[in-house]
T-cell receptor
Framework: KNEVEQSPQNLTAQEGEFITINCSYSVGISALHWLQQHPGGGIVSLFMLSSGKKKHGRLIATINIQEKHSSLHITASHPRDSAVYICAVDKLIFGTGTRLQVFP | GAGVSQTPSNKVTEKGKYVELRCDPISGHTALYWYRQSLGQGPEFLIYFQGTGAADDSGLPNDRFFAVRPEGSVSTLKIQRTERGDSAVYLC??????????FGPGTRLTVL
C-alpha cells in the first residue's frame, strides 16, 4: 500500500463542472502539498497545507489532519485546468497523481 | 533569478558516461531537493539539502548517484557510469522554511 494515495487516477469533466480530487496518507506529516503538472511542463506548487483550508482563485484545498485526508477542489473547471495533480506529503512522498481532462 | 533554474535542459549521453546536472535555487532558499521523474510516473525523491549539508539522501538509488551543494546555493547532481535506466527528467526544487516548494523546469536525461 502506498503511503500517499490519490483518487481518482483519471478524471474527465465538462467545462464548468466542480471537480474534487482526494488524497489520503498514512504517515505523520508536517505539511501536505498540492502540485500541478501540465503535459510536458514543469511542476507548479498550488498549495502547502498543514491545517484547515486554503483558497486561491478557483482552487480550494482542505486538509483533515485527524483523518489524514486532503481534497483539492476546482470550481467552474476550464480546459486549461487539464493537467496532472499530485499530492505530496513531508517527508517528500508523492502520490501517483490524478490526470484531469476538462473538455469544452 | 526569479525562479529555480536547471541546466542543461536536455542531456543525451552514452551508457557508462559521467554526467553532471546543475540546479540554481531561488536566492535565499535554504532547502533544496532533487527528484527524478520517469515517463508516466510521479516524481521520486532523491536527496534533500538544508544549507550545505545533505539532510536526507535516502532516495539516492545507489552509489553511482551523488549530489553536492558546497556553498549552500547551487547544487550539482552527479551520476557515474550512467545506465539506460537512469533516463528520466531530473527535477530540482527549493524552498524557504515553512514555504511552498518551487520547482525548476527539469533536466531531461537520455542515456543511449
Amino acid at each position: 500500500k502506498n503511503e500517499v494515495e490519490q483518487s481518482p487516477q483519471n478524471l474527465t469533466a465538462q467545462e464548468g463542472e466542480f471537480i474534487t480530487i482526494n488524497c489520503s496518507y498514512s504517515v505523520g506529516i508536517s505539511a501536505l502539498h498540492w502540485l500541478q503538472q501540465h503535459p510536458g511542463g514543469g511542476i507548479v506548487s498550488l498549495f502547502m497545507l498543514s491545517s484547515g483550508k486554503k483558497k486561491h482563485g478557483r482552487l480550494i484545498a482542505t486538509i483533515n489532519i485527524q483523518e489524514k485526508h486532503s481534497s483539492l477542489h476546482i470550481t467552474a473547471s476550464h480546459p486549461r485546468d487539464s493537467a496532472v495533480y499530485i499530492c505530496a506529503v513531508d517527508k517528500l512522498i508523492f502520490g501517483t497523481g490524478t490526470r484531469l481532462q476538462v473538455f469544452p | 533569478g526569479a525562479g529555480v533554474s536547471q541546466t542543461p535542459s536536455n542531456k543525451v549521453t552514452e551508457k557508462g558516461k559521467y554526467v553532471e546536472l546543475r540546479c540554481d535555487p531561488i536566492s535565499g532558499h535554504t532547502a533544496l531537493y532533487w527528484y527524478r521523474q520517469s515517463l508516466g510516473q510521479g516524481p521520486e525523491f532523491l536527496i534533500y539539502f538544508q544549507g550545505t549539508g545533505a539532510a536526507d539522501d535516502s532516495g539516492l538509488p545507489n552509489d553511482r548517484f551523488f549530489a553536492v551543494r558546497p556553498e549552500g546555493s547551487v547544487s550539482t547532481l552527479k551520476i557515474q557510469r550512467t545506465e539506460r535506466g537512469d533516463s528520466a527528467v531530473y527535477l530540482c526544487a527549493s524552498s524557504s522554511s515553512g514555504t511552498s516548494r518551487y520547482f525548476g523546469p527539469g533536466t531531461r536525461l537520455t542515456v543511449l
